[in-house]
């Protein structure tokens, strides 16, 4: 499972330092996304623009967790 995980780890992060999108069907996408920098009160002065990764759910994976959350939809 380690070298799986590893593996998945690096090919997001190598596929989104392209600019890419890595998309997991079923599951969701992962893509780069830059922050806007910003002025830090104490510190340094200022914070350049910086990329982070963002991940977007599939809407089966959305729907799954909306349904598991809903009280109302007991099946016992």
């Known amino acids: 499972v380690k070298t799986v995980y ?3 780890v690096e ?3 190598d596929t ?3 600019d890419d ?3 997991l069907t079923g599951f969701g996408s992962f893509s780069r996304h830059m922050h806007k920098g910003h002025k830090v009160q ?3 002065g200022d914070v350049g623009d910086y990329p982070v990764l963002k ?3 599939a809407r089966g994976v959305n729907r799954r967790l909306r ?4 009280p ?3 099946d016992e």
Do not use: N, P, W
């Open 55 to 57: 991940f977007s759910a």
């Open 67 to 70: 349904d598991d959350a809903d």
């Open 6 to 8: 590893e593996a998945l």
């Open 21 to 23: 999108i890595l998309v």
């Open 11 to 13: 090919e997001i992060t």
């Open 16 to 18: 989104t330092k392209r």
């Open 42 to 44: 104490f510190g340094r």
């Open 72 to 74: 109302e939809s007991d």
